[in-house]
Each structure stands twice: as C-alpha cells, then as structure tokens.
C-alpha cells in the first residue's frame, strides 16, 4: 500500500495499485504550482485512490489543449495533491513529493520539454516529450 497526504494531516491518501509512470512535468503551470522548475507526478487509476479529508480545486482553464486541469490541493495548508486532466480516462496525478515514502518513484519520462528550464537536465536514458506522451 503506497501511502500520502499533505503537510497538515488534514488530507491522506492510500494508493491500491502500482502507478501507471512516474514523469517529470516542465509545463509553465506546473513549475507555478510546484514552486520549482518541474513537478514529479505518478499517474495512478483514480480507482486505486482512496482520499480522506476535504480538498479545495482550482480549475486551471490556461492550458495548451483548452481542456481544464483540476488542481486539487489541502484547503489548510495548500498543500498541492492531486491534478485530474479534464480527459483523464480515469487516472489521476498524484504530486510525487506528497508520498510518505517517495524515494522508490523515479521519473521514467519528461513532459513538456519546450518550457524546461535551460540549467534542468534530463537524468540519462530519460525519455523526453515536447509536450504530453
């Protein structure tokens, strides 16, 4: 069972199955939102996701396809949790950093590689995307 939840508490999470990939995202809007240079999600079935806990979304309407990403985060701490794609197919994207234990999920690929930032660079063998896989 792969564990999670916000700096707070307030919001966990339990994660039944094994993540779909593990990728780097280096879109404009995810740097905003991870306050870094990229975000590092798993793309999970949203049926595997169990959530306890009230989380707030922002509707995130500035995106390349013009389909909404819903930003679901804690409303207490801001902490940012999940981002479900308007067309998601029923995955949701979990922020990697919100893992009680991230460290076995490396990045198998990047997204978005048109707006990585100059100094990132992409770890060997790491596939990369101009934009979504």
Not at 71 to 98: E, Q, Y
């Amino acid at each position: 069972m792969i564990e999670g939840g916000c700096n707070c508490g307030a919001v966990r999470y339990k994660l039944a199955g094994a993540p779909l990939v593990t990728a780097q995202c280096h879109c404009r809007n995810c740097q905003r939102q991870s306050g870094s240079a990229f975000s590092v999600n798993l793309v999970v079935r949203l049926s595997d996701v169990e959530t306890t806990g009230e989380l707030t979304t922002w509707i995130d309407r500035d995106t390349h396809s013009g389909n909404p990403v819903y930003r679901r985060f804690c409303g207490t701490c801001g902490s940012p949790i999940f981002s479900d794609l308007a067309r998601g197919n029923g995955t949701t994207i979990i922020k990697l950093g919100t893992l009680d234990d991230p460290a076995a999920f490396a990045p198998a690929v990047s997204v978005w590689t048109t707006t990585k930032l100059p100094w990132v660079e992409l770890p060997n063998g790491q596939k990369g995307f101009e934009r979504n896989a």
